[in-house]
């Protein structure tokens, strides 16, 4: 019989240990086949760990760190992501061949601690994390092949690390001017502390100088200049991580962050209006002149990112919950678009749009793909990016924000023309001379097949979904009687 603390920290003990094993075949001349038949085999045995310990609530080290429905349930999103990126990857062509077992050793690691970074609820243990996180993927950017006359995965791995440098820097002195205020580290204990000072000028600097760490893995502007230059400079599978699962992890903590201030906090929620203004405009307005499909999702993602904070605008449950739809959707939809991207790549080289043209009689499968995963980010119905913005939209009109509400329907209407410039070349555009079929393998086949029933299924039905977050944020939005995350 499984003790209950084990079952709690399953999901962890089960990618720590297969980081372990990854570690050790790469110590010898390991061949990427089974660095990778590894990496798959951890994912699929947590996400079979996250399942099973949906329903455990465990306090570990001392309060640092706490297991409960929120945390879960975010675990299961993290685990099927990682299969996912897996089956992604493929052979990794545009991996230097020395380094790929390597690669499948950070990939686990950076899971890890995204993992982990959900369940912290101390800021020392949300900091490990935050490193754990973040540092593999530094590594896994110049680890792209170098191309004669091309390096710019040097360039963009170092803009990636000074930037994270950066955010982080102004992160921490955020958290020390909060440490400062309320003498503990332990945000249960802080969230109590701080209510009856979180409209002072300290307070409101703290927490919004301690957002920027999670801004910066959003690519929230003005923390957003590495993200159009590290998806183009990153290998395609490297850039179809960063695009998603940190996402997720950094609207997670924001979710814990935000709800330290209270609902009627004007300040915070007029900065947050700010930043998903700029965020939605920039992006948009940046990506309708892109070429290379990599950099037009960049900027998509920053857009993305503005209308995640829409959520946050609201500073009640209701919003929270659709920030966390909203992302953990916007997952599943750059996943479609990325898998296509590395499928139709010669080597492992970038796409550029054109190239996309006569995708539907190369690939019909890889066609109906990105074209649901395009109108999902358009955000038309019946896809979950149409629920997903309808969630976020109904949460701010409900909290009187209608100017914000206008301008994220406008700044959709701006996304809908690019996102249709794309599809026009895959449907409609005709590859020049005679085009070779791409062949799909069957790992290809069905993370295509399970990409696309969950962008439609979570369109449809979204209601299990949506009520699963609403009561798993029970234990975080419950107040200063219960704490962030307690009963």
Avoid at 160 to 174: C, K, L, P, Q, W
Avoid at 225 to 247: H, M, R
Avoid at 380 to 385: A, D, E, I, Q
Wanted: charged share 10%; with cysteine; aromatic share 10%.
């Amino acid at each position: 019989m499984i003790s209950s603390f084990v079952m709690a920290f399953l999901p962890e003990l089960v990618l720590l240990t297969g980081a372990l094993g990854l570690f050790v075949v790469t110590l010898g001349v390991a061949p990427q086949k089974l660095a990778r038949t590894v990496a798959l085999g951890v994912a699929l045995a947590t996400i079979a760990a996250a399942a099973l310990a949906l329903g455990q609530h465990a306090d570990l080290f001392s309060g640092a760190y706490r297991v409960d429905q929120f945390s879960q349930l975010l675990k299961l999103v993290f685990a099927f992501g990682f299969a996912c990126i897996l089956l992604l990857n493929g052979e990794l062509p545009d991996i230097r061949s020395a380094v790929k077992a390597e690669y499948h050793l950070f990939l686990t690691l950076s899971i890890t601690g995204l993992v982990m970074l959900v369940s912290c609820v101390d800021i020392i243990s949300l900091v490990v994390a935050l490193e754990l996180s973040s540092f593999p993927l530094y590594l896994l950017v110049p680890m792209r092949r170098e191309r004669e006359g091309q390096k710019s995965q040097m360039e963009s791995a170092i803009k990636y690390i000074m930037f994270g440098v950066a955010a982080n820097g102004i992160m921490f002195f955020g958290l020390s001017y909060l440490y400062g205020l309320t003498g503990t580290t332990h945000l249960p204990e802080m969230v109590a502390i701080l209510q009856p000072v979180v409209h002072s000028p300290l307070a409101i600097v703290g927490l919004v100088m301690a957002f920027c760490g999670f801004y910066y893995k959003l690519a929230v502007f003005p923390f957003h200049f590495w993200t159009p230059d590290v998806y183009q400079g990153a290998s395609n599978e490297t850039a179809s991580l960063i695009a998603s699962l940190p996402k997720v992890g950094a609207v997670a903590v924001l979710v814990r962050l935000v709800s330290l201030a209270t609902p009627d906090n004007q300040t915070i929620a007029l900065l947050l209006t700010f930043l998903a203004v700029a965020s939605m405009f920039y992006g948009n307005l940046i990506a309708l002149v892109q070429k290379d499909l990599k950099r037009l999702l960049g900027f998509s993602g920053i857009a993305h990112a503005g209308y995640a904070l829409i959520g946050f605008v609201a500073l009640d449950v209701a919003g929270y919950t659709a920030a966390l739809y909203y992302i953990a959707g916007y997952m599943l939809m750059i996943l479609a678009c990325f898998v296509v991207i590395c499928r139709v790549s010669r080597d492992g080289t970038n796409v550029a749009i054109e190239e996309l043209a006569g995708l539907h009689r190369r690939s019909p499968l890889l066609a109906l793909t990105l074209l649901v995963g395009l109108f999902a980010l358009a955000g038309l119905p019946p896809f979950v990016g149409f629920m997903a913005k309808l969630s976020l939209l109904t949460a701010a009109w409900d909290q009187r924000h209608f100017a914000l509400v206008i301008v994220a329907v406008i700044n959709s209407a701006i996304a809908i023309y690019y996102y249709l410039q794309v599809v026009r070349q895959a449907v409609f555009g005709e590859a020049g001379g005679n085009p070779t079929p791409i062949v799909l393998t069957w790992p290809t086949k069905v993370l295509c097949v399970v990409l696309i029933g969950g962008i439609v299924l979570l369109g449809v039905a979204p209601g299990t979904v949506i009520d699963t977050i609403s009561s798993s944020l029970a234990f975080v939005t419950s107040g200063p009687a219960t704490a962030l995350l307690g009963h």
